[in-house]
């Protein structure tokens, strides 16, 4: 089956669920609503002039933040290394470290644009691969399809949501965390891709509990993106298969 690229937004696909299932819910591919699927054509005539916008796969590069903190803390290291080691009485030391002074602002910016969710992800489809390329084309992940689905709550922490929202999938304790939104992860264990979105799709009451699995809360996503994307990548599993919709 030829697969979908990420510049379409899976209307052809929802049209043709939607004749065959006119009973079951579906997601609007252009606004990511929940609706009966016998509704869609006329909720796409009469809110979106029939048309659905080309989509670029494109997120939020969740992962950056680690990285930035990273960066930070090893710049602080070597630093206070350089310190440690010089006689900052002598002026040939002065000279010496000086000029690693504002190298820490190179992380800094980092962690203020990793938090302000300024670096970006994009997911691409090639033949029977689902590839996430993060910032700079660094660690690119890639997914064989068909894989497990499984989808779960994305939260992050109380009073720390800048941070805690990027960690590493944290296992959540109970009052320490607060539900932001769904992910949806494709593999299994860490060479998985989780894709999260903080837009409610109604993924669990549209498609059939068959073709997918329930997951643990997790704090943190490789890649955060908005509803109709997360809708789109749910209509090119559904294409291929993977997914089908609920019909109880």
């Not at 939607?18 to 079951?24: F, I, L, S, V």
């Not at 930035?68 to 010496?96: C, N, P, Q, Y």
């Not at 965390?177 to 989780?194: F, S």
Request: charged share 20%.
């Amino acid at each position: 089956m030829t697969s979908p690229t990420p510049s379409t937004s899976g209307l052809t696909t929802a049209r043709m669920l939607a004749a065959a299932h006119p009973q079951a819910k579906l997601p609007c591919p252009v606004c990511a609503v929940s609706l009966r699927a016998k509704n869609l054509d006329k909720h796409l005539a009469t809110a979106h002039k029939s048309q659905a916008p080309a989509l670029a796969w494109v997120g939020i590069d969740r992962r950056m933040m680690g990285a930035s903190i990273g960066a930070l803390v090893a710049t602080i290291i070597i630093l206070g290394i350089v310190l440690a080691s010089s006689d900052l009485k002598s002026d040939e030391a002065r000279t010496m470290v000086l000029p690693f002074l504002p190298v820490i602002f190179i992380p800094l910016v980092m962690l203020l644009m990793a938090a302000s969710g300024r670096f970006k992800a994009r997911i691409s489809v090639t033949g029977d691969a689902l590839r996430l390329r993060r910032t700079l084309g660094l660690r690119e992940r890639v997914v064989r399809l068909p894989a497990s689905i499984e989808i779960g709550r994305m939260t992050e922490t109380r009073g720390n949501a800048a941070l805690s929202t990027y960690t590493d999938e944290m296992h959540v304790d109970d009052g320490k965390e607060e539900l932001v939104g769904t992910y949806l992860r494709l593999g299994a264990g860490r060479a998985g891709m989780i894709i999260g979105c903080r837009q409610k799709t109604g993924f669990r009451h549209h498609w059939d509990p068959k073709g997918w699995r329930a997951g643990p809360a997790y704090n943190g996503c490789d890649i955060e993106v908005k509803g109709p994307i997360l809708v789109a990548i749910e209509y090119m599993l559904a294409e291929r298969g993977l997914l089908s919709p609920r019909t109880d």
